[in-house]
């Protein structure tokens, strides 16, 4: 095909000149009422003022000039951004139901085709993400059994740790597939060594395809996909996408031959007999389409926001080692050098408080997944029409402020009253929350106590030779998550 063919060029501006039209005959019946925003350009919209790597820090500009609700437009995508803890409170709480849905966006939508419960809507949502909420409590999530999964996980990544004596070297491998045997424990009821090579391609897709979707090639492929041929990102994920499914298709496979109804050893098992169950149903949701689905969503969820969040949590240790010495204080005196169990938590409000504001700090999914409206909506005064993409920012509201006292300082206070008691705090959103609030927060939470007070507990973290403190760079990387940049560490022992 020629790309530089007249006819064709023409072709493509005349497809995108409808879509233009179409989009405009929508937002113009309801202009009238739209929360304010900066003026978009002809077919770019608001693409001139936006950083693309970035655009968080641009959402969290625009909503000092032009309030908590504003209205940007991203190429022909009118999209309505809230910022601050009560306007996001507000709408994914008080108004739950009416911001549950996802947007049609046409990089997800081409990824997913509607299944899985992330980027699926409607009823299959509802069904696929009950049954998962089921299932995965039903395999231990927040019980006794997946933390001493868990606490094993822990065992084998000290060792790790511990085979570099001391020496510096790169995490994100080692952590990114101890966070990822927790969730293989429960999809597949096993886990997979360090090394293995086939798991590790899968950690590796998974990653980069988490960081393309944040990628401005991405971000332009979702605002004109009519000329998706420009944007090799857009093939990337793709590609990588359809050799994971092949992964999960000859993994459930064998499951089906070895399915032992009697037995259920996995959520892959649990979901085939409900398969069997369902079968002569009308609406049949319990399909392979939703299972592959639902199999990369946890896999992909269940480690690249707990894995981050520990290197996030490793780097500010070694930035701030007063603060360190200060969590493996508290680990002796509470724990002494037996192993860190959940129960312990209760009894160290600093560690605890740590561990949430490495979180804040982070601030892991800086502009939420996104929302979208599943009817007309009056809010804060404004019309919002049935189908608009919403982003709720949840950096806005982990920085928001008028919530906390330091909001863009790494402060554990945050989370501690004047006697050292640890406090919750209604702005503390990482997982989002409301009827889309992420289905692992249990379990997240379970694993980033557990992983980093053992971690603390047998070794001190230091910068690699050379490096100072003051070197260490909390600049956020570049991706639909925000990883922190790569670095090196020392574990030195401590027992």
């Known amino acids: 095909m020629d790309w530089t063919d007249p006819f064709l060029i023409f072709f493509l501006f005349a497809l995108t000149t409808i879509f233009i039209l179409k989009m405009a005959s929508f937002w113009n019946k309801s202009s009238q009422n739209l929360p304010p925003g900066p003026r978009p350009l002809p077919l770019i919209g608001n693409l001139h003022i936006m950083d693309l790597k970035r655009p968080y820090r641009s959402m969290f500009k625009l909503s000092k000039q032009y ?45 997913a085709k509607g299944f899985g419960i992330i980027f699926s809507h409607g009823e299959n949502w509802k069904v696929m993400r009950r049954f998962t909420l089921t299932t995965l409590r039903d395999y231990g999530m927040g019980k006794r059994t997946i933390e001493d999964k868990i606490v094993e996980e822990c065992h084998v990544l000290i060792k790790t740790f511990e085979s570099y004596r001391g020496k510096p070297f790169e995490t994100t491998t080692i952590i990114n597939a101890a966070v990822a045997n927790i969730i293989v424990s429960i999809l597949l009821g096993k886990r997979c060594e360090y090394e293995d090579t086939t798991f590790l391609r899968l950690l590796k897709l998974i990653s980069e395809n988490i960081k393309l979707v944040g990628s401005p090639s991405v971000m332009l492929y979702n605002m004109f996909p009519t000329l998706g041929f420009l944007f090799g990102g857009r093939k990337t994920v793709l590609k990588n996408r359809d050799e994971l499914m092949v992964f999960i298709n000859a993994t459930f496979l064998k499951h089906l031959r070895d399915l032992d109804e009697n037995d259920q050893r996995s959520f892959i098992d649990s979901f085939l007999i409900q398969q069997k169950e369902n079968k002569n149903k009308t609406n049949e949701y319990f399909h392979n389409d939703n299972l592959r689905s639902i199999v990369g969503n946890l896999f992909a969820a269940g480690t ?113 009253d004047s006697k050292g008691k640890f406090v919750k705090k209604e702005a503390f959103m990482p997982f989002s929350a409301g009827r889309r609030v992420c289905a ?56």
């Open 440 to 495: 692992g927060e249990t379990l997240a939470k379970m694993e980033l106590f557990l992983f980093f007070t053992s971690l603390l507990q047998r070794f001190t973290f230091q910068p690699a030779p050379g490096t100072t403190r003051e070197d260490l760079d909390l600049t956020p990387a570049i991706g639909f998550t925000t990883p922190p940049m790569p670095y090196k560490i020392c574990a030195l022992p401590r027992l």
């Open 67 to 111: 309030g908590p609700i504003f209205s940007i437009q991203m190429g022909v995508q009118k999209m309505v951004v809230l910022t601050g803890y009560n306007t996001v409170k507000e709408a994914l709480v008080n108004q739950a139901d009416a911001f549950a849905e996802r947007p049609i966006i046409p990089m997800f939508e081409e990824f």
């Open 304 to 416: 690249e926001t707990t894995s981050t969040t520990l290197r996030w949590g490793l780097l500010l240790m070694m930035k701030y080692p007063e603060i360190q010495s200060k969590v493996q204080e508290e680990i002796t005196q509470v724990v002494g050098s037996a192993q860190p169990r959940t129960e312990h938590r209760t009894k160290m409000p600093y560690t605890d408080a740590v561990i949430h504001e490495v979180q804040r700090f982070a601030d892991i999914i800086p502009t939420n997944l996104p929302h979208a409206t599943t009817v007309d909506v009056t809010f804060e005064g404004y019309f919002i029409p049935k189908g608009t993409h919403i982003v709720p920012l949840l950096s806005s509201v982990l920085h928001d402020e008028s919530q906390w006292e330091k909001p863009h300082k790494f402060y554990p206070e945050h989370f501690l």
